[in-house]
């Protein structure tokens, strides 16, 4: 199973945009189920969006037209994460997984803040 390396978190207030990556080297992105999660301290992780071979992407309902998933066509080395009008309520932890891996990365960190 792949250790997914995530980055691009920071802090943002309401409104603004971050970029997520989720990059691993030498993995086939194209061919593969991929997963965002959100976790909240004392929270269990919740599920994002996903993207699957042939570029379909399902939303949670409190992003459906503010994020967008999608993977990097041209080195098929990463997908990404385009958060745009972050909301507060947005903020946590942020997961990439591959389908039926129980392998997570460290994560990269969201906070929407005045």
């Known amino acids: 199973q792949v250790k997914f390396v995530e980055s691009g978190g920071g802090l943002v207030r309401p409104g603004e945009s971050l970029r997520l990556s989720c990059a691993a080297p030498g993995f086939a992105f194209s061919e593969a189920i991929i997963s965002w999660y959100r976790q909240v301290p004392g929270q269990a992780r919740q599920w994002v969006a996903t993207?699957?071979?042939?570029?379909?992407?399902?939303y949670t309902d409190s992003v459906k037209g503010r994020f967008t998933l999608y993977r990097d066509v041209a080195t098929n080395a990463a997908v990404y994460l385009q958060m745009d009008n972050l909301k507060p309520e947005d903020t946590g932890v942020y997961y990439c997984?591959?389908?039926?891996?129980?392998?997570w990365g460290e994560g990269t960190q969201v906070t929407v803040s005045l």
């Open positions: 997984q591959e389908y039926d891996s129980t392998t």
């Open positions: 993207i699957i071979p042939g570029g379909d992407t399902r």
